[in-house]
């Protein structure tokens, strides 16, 4: 059974930075492309991040590019977003999500992947 478990939300101010983590199990986790989503009350799910298996290729949402990092230790299985300079805008449920593409590639469909953790709730004020 695949499990995909989310940690590091909360609550942070305008400016601040926050680290989430994503820890895998039940997936060959170095052969797995992971990605983070979020989704704000009443809105779709977004891409945010993505990351090939091997850790070489990253892809990123414009929206935060230049202010999130993915990187994934395929040792530990576990993949982890750092996250810079937050905005109000940034609020919503985070998703970490692994694909089953036998391709080392970067996925930035939300159709691209087949696993899915429950979420962590990360709220910017201002």
């Known amino acids: 059974q695949v499990l995909l478990v989310e940690s590091g939300g909360g609550l942070v101010q305008a400016g601040d930075s926050l680290r989430l983590s994503c820890a895998a199990s039940?997936?060959?986790?170095?052969?797995?492309?992971m990605g983070w989503f979020r989704q704000a009350p009443g809105k779709e799910r977004d891409f945010v991040a993505a990351?090939?298996?091997?850790?070489?290729?990253?892809r990123y949402a414009d929206s935060v590019q230049g202010r999130f990092t993915i990187s994934r230790d395929n040792e530990k299985n576990e993949v982890y977003l750092q996250m810079s300079n937050l905005k109000p805008e940034d609020t919503a449920v985070y998703y970490c999500a692994g694909s089953e593409i036998p391709v080392n590639v970067a996925v930035i469909r939300p159709s691209g992947y087949e696993h899915w953790g429950q979420g962590t709730q990360v709220t910017v004020s201002s």
């Open positions: 039940g997936i060959t986790f170095d052969k797995t492309p």
């Open positions: 990351v090939n298996w091997s850790g070489g290729q990253t």
